[in-house]
């Protein structure tokens, strides 16, 4: 099993900041047997491309156009997978929050990892993270999870949990779609590319 997780928009609460930060904050994670069937999505895509500028490009939602955000995301919608996502309005988050950032990171992931694994784990689970925290912060985000989740507790000797960048695994590149057409959604900017994965989400949840 296999579970890729990543983050759409930023941390910042300072609204009154040039450049002001984003006023909604999301994590997802997409489920898969096998993270083949998603390394395939990517192939195909560069494939495609092969002869164009966005061949040299990270492949990402928010570089990439309009059609083939949806081819790939359709190819993504044809796989067995599951999709998870949790967000915050940030102008109506708790103080507390606001003061500590990480701590929503870290509570929104809570969530979705009880979203997650709704399931004991009998397999042995890879969990990869879109690397966006300093070594000590990350050892203290597994603590937190593995501790906070009586699951992940019985089946820690199954886990094996990795933070790398996006352009080091195909799995993160295909959630980092997921992410952009769910924060399109939330924003109300444009439905158009959640509907095409809307059937495999099986949480959409507003904490905040």
């Known amino acids: 099993m296999y579970i890729f997780i990543d983050e759409s928009g930023d941390l910042g609460f300072d609204f009154q900041k ?3 930060p984003s006023d909604f904050f999301l994590v ?12 395939r999505i990517i192939k195909r895509h560069r494939k495609r491309h092969k002869k164009k500028k966005e061949q040299k490009r990270e492949v990402k939602f928010s570089n990439t156009s309009p059609e083939n955000r949806r081819r790939i995301l359709q190819d993504i919608a044809k796989l067995n997978v599951e999709i998870f996502i949790v967000y915050v309005d940030k102008h109506h988050a708790y103080g507390y929050i606001k003061d500590n950032p990480l701590r ?3 509570y929104l992931l809570k969530i979705l990892t009880e979203k997650c694994f709704y399931t004991s784990i009998d397999e042995q689970t ?3 993270f879109d690397r966006s925290f300093s070594k000590i912060q990350q050892e203290a985000l597994e603590l937190y ?3 906070q989740n009586e699951t992940l507790m019985k089946a820690k000797n199954n886990l094996i949990i990795k ?3 996006s352009q080091e695994d195909q799995g993160l590149l295909c959630v980092d779609f997921v992410c952009g057409a769910a924060m399109e959604k939330v924003t109300g ?5 959640y509907e095409i994965i809307e059937k495999k989400v099986k949480c959409l949840k507003k904490v905040y």
């Not at 997802?28 to 390394?39: C, G, H, S």
């Open 126 to 128: 890879k969990v990869v």
């Open 163 to 165: 933070h790398l960048q």
């Open 28 to 39: 997802a994670a997409l489920k898969i047997d096998d993270e083949k069937y998603l390394n």
């Open 145 to 147: 999870l593995i501790t």
């Open 104 to 106: 929503m990171y870290s």
């Open 18 to 20: 040039k450049g002001k």
């Open 189 to 193: 900017k444009n439905q158009a590319y």
